[in-house]
C-alpha cells in the first residue's frame, strides 16, 4: 500500500453507525512494502542516501527509525518523492501513523487516542474521536484475536464469548480469561481486553451492539 493510499485511509475510511453524530475518522494500516522502496531506488546511492537524511528528519523526535519508515514505503512513494509530491512533512505525518499502527497491532493505546468511542464489533474502544461507528482502528485485532484496551468496564453477560452453564447467571470465558472456580458472575464489572459485544436487535429491526456500563 502507497503512501497517497495509507494517508487516504487515514482521512475518510471509517464509516459512522447510524447512533453516530459526528464524522470520525480511521487510522491507517499501511501494507507490507518491505522490499518495494528498494526495489524503486536500485543502486542509486545517492538517492538512497539522500532519502534516508530526509526520513532521519522527518523521524527526529519520534519512537521509529529511519529504516522502519524507508521498508514501508511503496515504489510509487518514492516517485512521489523524486517529482517533489512528498517531502519531509509528509513522511513525519507518515512516521507518526506507523507508530500508531505498531501500539495497536501490540493491544497498546496510542498516546493521543485519549477519547472513549464505541465500534459495532469491538465494543468500547479509545479512539481520538467520541461517537459510535460501524467499524474503527482497532477491528483488525478483533479478527486476529489481539487485545484491545477498554475505557471503561464491562459485563460479561454483554459477551459474545460468554458461554452460560445451567445457573441463570454464570458462565465461563470462551477466551479462558481468568475466573473463579465456580465462574463468571454476567454481571459483575469486569476490565477485559477480549470482550466482543453481543449483537442487539433494536426495535427497527438492525443489530445494534450491547453498551457497556461505563457508556450508559
Known sequence: MSWRETMGIGASSLVPSAHNSQKAQNSVVPGN?????????????????????????????LDISPIDVFN?????????????????TAFAAFAGLLIEQRHIQNGRRPPHFTNQAVCQH?????????????????????????????PCSVHCG???????IEHPHLGHCAKGEPEPLAGLWDSDHRYCVQFLPKPKRSQDGHMTPTRSEGER
Open 122 to 150: 469491538c465494543g468500547p474502544i479509545w479512539s481520538w474521536f467520541s461517537g459510535e461507528v460501524s467499524g474503527c482502528p482497532w477491528c483488525r485485532n478483533r479478527t486476529k484475536g489481539v487485545a484491545i484496551p477498554r
Open 33 to 61: 512494502c518491505a522490499n518495494s522502496a528498494h526495489s524503486a531506488l536500485g543502486d542509486s546511492e545517492d538517492e538512497h542516501s539522500k532519502l534516508l537524511e530526509i526520513l532521519a528528519t522527518a523521524c527526529q523526535g
Open 158 to 164: 454483554e459477551c459474545s464469548q460468554f458461554e452460560r
Open 72 to 88: 514501508a514505503l511503496a515504489g510509487e512513494d518514492i516517485q512521489a518523492w523524486r517529482d517533489g509530491e512528498i517531502g519531509e
